[in-house]
């Protein structure tokens, strides 16, 4: 937990909080604790980056049209486009996966 806090540069008080937004739902399934699952954190998560990219792109494109501004949010809070960020910054290392889901993984991505 320690080495992501230093690359994402931000601490947090409490890594219970860290350690569940990381941990995927087969593991807490697979583990008979499902409420150790991020999924409510996703929830709460893809909102909060739904809103400030809303709110980016109104600022940014004073003059663009409702759907131009929501084919742009589409794109950059797509599943693809924030997988890349998450990959590019090695959050996919230290997810917290089933045996079964890290196998899945290793064949998609060739790992």
Request: charged share 25%; glycine share 4%.
């Amino acid at each position: 937990m320690k080495q992501l806090q230093q690359k994402i540069k931000y601490e947090f008080k409490d890594t219970k909080l860290l350690q569940n937004a990381l941990t995927h739902s087969s593991y807490a399934n697979e583990t008979h604790k499902p409420e150790m699952s991020n999924e409510r954190l996703e929830f709460l998560g893809d909102a909060v980056i739904e809103s400030v990219t809303s709110d980016y792109l109104f600022i940014e494109f004073p003059d663009k049209s409702e759907g131009f501004l929501t084919q742009m949010r589409s794109k950059m809070v797509s599943r693809q486009s924030l997988n890349g960020v998450a990959k590019r910054i090695g959050l996919d290392e230290h997810v917290i996966t089933s045996s079964a889901q890290n196998v899945s993984q290793k064949h998609i991505y060739g790992d």
